[in-house]
Each structure stands twice: as C-alpha cells, then as structure tokens.
C-alpha cells in the first residue's frame, strides 16, 4: 500500500516546541511527514538569522531527541523563489510525491489550495509563546528563551555563538544612528 505523506514548511528561524508539538500531530495523522526548510537563502539578518544547515542541525536533532523514527520524516532545504504562482509545482520538484499540506501561514495554505491539494490547519500550540519571532525577541533581549525550544536548537545555538550573532546584527553603524 503506498504511504499517506504529509508536508509542513516553514522557516524554522529557529526551531521551536510549536514545530516539534505539529510534527509529531502530524505523524499520529500520516505515514511520512516532509519538513521544508524555508528560505534557505535567508541568514545573519534579524528576521533570518540562522543559515540553512544551522537550522537543519536543529531539526534533525530535535527529531532524535524526541526519538521519531528516522524512516517516518524527510528533511528538504527550499530555496524561496519569486513566483507564488508556480511555487507549488517548484515545491513538488523538491518533494517526495505528499498529498495533505499542513499550515497556519494563509499564503501557503492559498496557494496549495488553488492546486487542488487538501490543507490542514495544525493546532495552535502556545501561540503567544511558541513563535520564532517571540524567541528571536527574548533573544535579543537577554530574556529566557530556552524553554521554549527543543535542546538541540539551544545546543546548535551555543556552538555558534548565536545569542551574540543576533545582538550584533541589532546594532547599526554610527553613521545610521
Ligand atoms: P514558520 O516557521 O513561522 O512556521 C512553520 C509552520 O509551523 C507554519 O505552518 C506555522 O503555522 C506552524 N507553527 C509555528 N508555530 C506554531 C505553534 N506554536 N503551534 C502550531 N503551529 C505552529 O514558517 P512560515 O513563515 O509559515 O514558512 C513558510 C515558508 O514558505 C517561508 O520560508 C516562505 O518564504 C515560504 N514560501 C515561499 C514562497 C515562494 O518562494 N514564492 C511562497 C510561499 C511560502
């Protein structure tokens, strides 16, 4: 019997519970589950500040750590590109063959849509909290933000001396002050 796959996309800057809570919704749902990686062209800006593999690092050790079997999950880097009216059949390319698409973000959710494919809205766990931009924000911050992501992004993000990466990105040169 051929597998039911499912797919979720996101940019995971950075991996967060929110994403581990969905996937593993996702896997009680389906056979496979595709993680995109986003915007793999987007690093060291405040919004993107984790590169393709510092976040492929994250999700694939986040998975280890909540022992997902390693069959069931493909991790694939997307490229974003300029067109939304043929991003999906470039997603396809990229893909293993998926028939449900999971997503809370309303572009994604449009333009699978239009292609005929079945969107489902995953939970929304701890919104307020589990949010990217909330850590990239408590970050900054010197606020706590490790408990709200998996071990392996805080890990990831000590090796690379990340927290500093983020405050240096925040200051400007004197002549834009
Ligand atoms: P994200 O990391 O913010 O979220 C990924 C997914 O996880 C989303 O579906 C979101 O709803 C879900 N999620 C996040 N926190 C959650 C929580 N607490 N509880 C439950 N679910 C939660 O990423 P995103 O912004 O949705 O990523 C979409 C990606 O698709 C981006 O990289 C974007 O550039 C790309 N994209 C590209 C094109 C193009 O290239 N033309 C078009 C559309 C989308």
Known sequence: MSKIRGILIGRMQPVHNGHMQVIEQIL?????VIIGIGSVQMSHELKDPFTAGERIVMMSQALAERDIDPSRYYIIPMQDINFNAVWVAYIKMLTPPFSIVYSGN????????????????PPLFDRLHLSGTEV??????GENWKDLVPKATVDLIN???GEKRIYNLSQKEISDI
């Not at 309303?106 to 809205?121: C, D, I, M, T």
């Open 28 to 32: 009680e749902e389906v056979d496979e």
């Open 106 to 121: 309303p572009l994604v959710k449009q333009l699978f849509a239009e292609e005929g494919y079945e969107v489902r809205q």
């Open 136 to 141: 990239r924000h408590r970050i900054l911050n």
């Open 159 to 161: 090796e690379i001396n």
